[in-house]
């Protein structure tokens, strides 16, 4: 009878003592998140951030992947391919419009909709998604109305998914009508409006929502917290996407090739000149560029040129200067002032444009034309004096530059002429009379 009751106490034991692991265990585990924030326009560099948000959110298995979104908008390509992955993502997403005095415009309506939670910070607003052309202007042709109306019914297709109103998301693709984050909370375009992330969080927690894995219910109360940085290859890509940093390395790109093309073999300036080019054409791909404001940069260059070689009494340089500036006011035309170059970057780039090509490149192109003034080079042109009768045929004798030098002309010379050197062989001059 002792052995028994002594061998229930050790099973207690035993018992309890795994209880307290396997609560310890269930303790420690505590819900997951990953934040990522997205601020500027929507591109292809902050396309592939998301994106490798939410494989990374996978990988880890969270339990939600936050968005935290402060967007005026950008391009509906990138737009249509982060919606996709956020679909099609076995974790649920929450957009949070935050911090406060940030907007989900344009682009950032669709994707805070796509979310399977959306929530605002107080201050914030939502709307104006109506789509522009490639030039940044919209108007009412054929083609414009397409895109309106594929824009319209792809939003529809997302609020339908998600269960938001739908006739509000059309309308701010066809009215770019805005809201408030109160105003979006009352007709349901929003399941939240909340100050904090962890509020956020708190506020979601047991919520049912819909992946691609299937149904979930959220764990997210006092979850850790993991935020997710932007790699050097997209923080690159978004730099170099900025227009004011693409209308830079457009012009460093035509300085560098000029430099070296009037001075071959410097190198260093053909290869920044080269790369400066090629980025800036990666960038433009995704811009709006307007091509007349690219053909008159290049027309400015071309006249800054001919400046140089020929002389017009400054016309060409300022017929250069007016085609760079109209130019480069030009290139980028879009309404969105995210999508403009700075005034003050234009004006100082067409201030050092004008010195480049007048002192640099000029005073490299005169250089080519002056005489030589060493060598047998330095001797062609010079005057000297006969100091000998010499006829053609033979070899006379004159003075030059305080020295004897044999002479040969086709012509024939007195003691005392002036002379010019046509050329020099060995050392022997070719002369002929002045």
Known sequence: MLMIVRNMKKKAILLSIILFLISSISL??????????VNGAITPSSKAY?????????????????????????????????????????????????PQGSRAGSAGVFITLAANVAAMAPGTNIGAAHPVGLDGKS????????????????????????????????????????????????????????RTVESLLNNIDGRLVETSAGIVRLETANAKIETLEMSWKDEFLKLITDPNIAYLLLMIGIFGLFFELYNPGSIFPGVVGGMGLILAGYAFQMLPVN??????????????????????????????????????LLLIDSPEQYMTISMSVIITVVILTVLFFTFVIGLGIKAQYFKRSGGKEGLVGETGIA????????????????????????????????????????????????
């Open 291 to 328: 091509y007349a404001g690219l053909g008159l940069i290049i027309l400015s260059v071309i006249l800054f040129l001919l400046e140089i070689k020929i002389i017009s009494h400054g016309i060409l340089t300022i017929g250069g200067v007016a085609s760079l500036l109209m130019g480069s």
């Open 139 to 194: 108007d009412s042709s054929v083609m414009s109305q397409k895109i309106t109306n594929d824009a319209a019914a792809f939003i529809r297709s997302i609020a339908e998914k998600r269960h938001r109103n739908m006739a509000w998301a059309e309308r701010s693709v066809r009215e770019s009508i805005s809201s408030t984050e109160t105003e979006a909370l009352r007709d349901s375009v929003i399941d939240f409006v909340t």
């Open 387 to 434: 100091i000998a009768d010499f006829s053609p045929g033979t070899t006379g004798k004159i003075n030059l530059m305080g020295e004897i030098w044999r002479a040969i002309s086709d012509e024939d010379i007195k003691t005392g002429q002036n002379v010019e050197v046509l050329k020099v062989e060995s050392l022997t001059l070719f002369v002929k009379l002045k």
């Open 50 to 98: 998301i994106v490798r948000g939410i494989e990374i959110a996978e990988e880890k298995n969270s339990n939600v992947l936050i968005i935290r979104l402060n967007t005026p908008g950008g391009l509906l390509e990138s737009t249509r391919e982060i919606i996709q992955s956020m679909l099609s993502s076995r974790i649920p997403i929450v957009v949070y419009v935050s």
């Open 28 to 37: 420690a585990a505590k819900p997951h998140a990953v934040i990522i924030d």
